[in-house]
């Protein structure tokens, strides 16, 4: 299976300590590797279809020294489709104006949804057509621009009818909101004032965050696996979809 890493914060945000965690685990995951850090409405987008072990792209991305409100990371173990650079997450799409952009850890079998002309895959992974099925689906949903809480309701009710195919966890996001979908093994930490120091879980690697942020900073960060030790890692509910804004889980909208 793949590992997952998403960042949603407050104010633009350093997220390399959190990718140096992730990509010690690309000796396993060693089939690719990509992060897109979401920019206003820009996007910068990044992968190789070598491991971020090796990957010259992935020692530009750690030595550039990039903060963003919500990044989406993916290290990939290829259980559908060719070690390519068509297969290799995070995926990107555009739907009414703005980047979307998933990456998908796990295995969808028998999952072949007629798709029509705005929406195709361009690799042969399970998790690309299962995107492409999603923006197709939200396209139908709404004439319009939704809200963030419309589309989380949506995404309730369509994630799901994914999931019915086997392992489905999810990190999504359209530069307002990350919403992360679990049905096996993903993981949501808080870090806000009082901010402590936090080592890698993989790694001999520390940072004090409380010399880098303000009392106002709030960064939530999601993953497969809990990247560090000595921090309240949340496990997520088999089936369950946490919505984070600002730097916070979004409460579920009634």
């Known amino acids: 299976m793949c590992q997952l890493l998403g960042m949603n914060a407050n104010t633009p945000t350093d997220v390399m300590f959190s990718f140096a965690g992730l990509a010690c685990r690309a000796d396993e995951h060693k089939d690719g590797f990509g992060i897109a850090f979401f920019e206003g409405r820009g996007l910068r987008h990044f992968i190789d279809c070598q491991s971020a072990r090796h990957s010259p792209v992935a020692e530009l991305v750690k030595r550039w020294p990039i903060r963003s409100e919500i990044v989406i990371a993916h290290i990939r173990k290829a259980t559908q489709g060719a070690v390519a650079l068509q297969n290799t997450h995070p995926f990107v799409r555009e739907l009414w104006g703005r980047y979307w952009v998933c990456a ?135 089936g369950e979809m946490r919505v984070f804004e600002h730097g916070v889980p979004r409460p579920q909208a009634s």
């Open 104 to 238: 998908h850890n796990g295995n969808l079998e028998g999952f072949a949804p007629r798709l029509h002309a705005a929406f195709r895959p361009v690799g042969d992974t399970d998790s690309e057509r299962a995107f492409c099925w999603l923006m197709q689906e939200l396209a139908k949903a709404h004439a319009g621009v939704p809200t963030v809480d419309e589309l989380s309701h949506t995404l309730r009710e369509l994630l799901p009818l994914i999931a019915r195919h086997g392992s489905f966890n999810l990190l999504l996001s359209n530069g307002q909101a990350l919403w992360a979908f679990a049905t096996t093994k993903l993981h949501s930490l808080l870090r806000q004032h009082p901010f402590g120091a936090a080592t890698l879980a993989d790694e001999d690697l520390s940072v004090d965050f409380a010399a880098l942020t303000r009392p106002s900073d709030r960064v939530a960060i999601v993953a497969t696996e809990p990247l560090t030790t000595g921090e309240a890692w949340s496990a997520f509910a088999p």
